[in-house]
């Protein structure tokens, strides 16, 4: 039972333009989610994150929206670079468990 | 210097084979955890330790075996590797308080012929 999930497993978009890539939960438990990106041959590495409080967080280019009704978020990067061709992955936990359910991923393509 | 390392980074073994990856950090970071990354499935959790005293199974420890030899190193084990363990493995570290972000390390790329 994928309980994070990334139903978009590629997205290609122009270099300026906005990227979106989507994640939905299903455990109602969770209160925190975070974003990471992967390149290849790379461990993942943090990018943004935003607790239940909140719907929405900033940092520069990416913006992460969390929809609690929902159960869905969405990590908004723009204006979209080349550098930005990564997998990304969303990421979420619940308070005390220490544990993170991972999405499958969402691979991005930044076209120059 | 990276603050997560693994050791190899890259490793072909043969089916029945025991085999370790290692896991190193300076981060001082109390948790650690071993994740397995397969085409089309994300990230899934093997095991996870949250001091020196503390083990515990993840979604898929099948197969699977860790030792936490001090805090700053968690190795994994494969007792006797089977084709389909075949993946790339991370390993992550987490700082004590709640709702924190992980660190990774460079993956591991196993080959089980």
């Known amino acids: 039972d994928q309980q994070v999930k990334q139903n978009s497993p590629s997205l290609s978009v122009q270099e300026g333009r906005i990227s979106i890539l989507n994640c939905d939960y299903t455990n109602s438990m969770f209160d925190y989610f975070l974003w990471y990106k992967k390149y290849p041959a790379e461990g993942p590495t943090f990018l943004i994150s935003i607790s239940s409080i909140k719907d929405k967080n900033e940092d520069g280019r990416f913006t992460v929206f969390l929809n609690k009704s929902a159960k869905h978020l969405s990590l908004h990067i723009v204006p979209s670079q080349p550098g930005d061709s990564a997998v990304y992955f969303c990421?979420?936990?619940?308070?005390?468990?220490?544990?993170?359910?991972f999405g499958t991923g969402t691979r991005l393509k930044v076209l120059a | 210097d990276a603050d997560v390392t693994q050791t190899p980074r890259n490793r072909i073994t043969k089916t029945g084979k025991r085999i370790m990856l290692e896991c190193s950090q300076t981060k001082g970071h109390d948790r650690m955890y071993w994740y397995r990354q397969d085409p089309g499935l994300g990230l899934r959790l093997i095991y996870y330790s949250f001091d020196v005293k503390d083990i515990n199974k993840g979604e898929i420890s099948d197969g699977y075996s860790v030792s936490r030899q001090a805090q700053a190193k968690f190795s994994l084990s494969l007792e006797s590797a089977i084709p389909n363990q075949t993946a790339l493995y991370f390993c992550?570290?987490?700082?004590?308080?709640?709702?924190?972000?992980?660190?990774f390390g460079p993956g591991t790329r196993l080959t089980v012929l």
């Open positions: 990421a979420a936990s619940a308070s005390g468990t220490y544990k993170y359910i």
């Open positions: 992550a570290t987490s700082a004590r308080d709640s709702l924190v972000e992980q660190f």
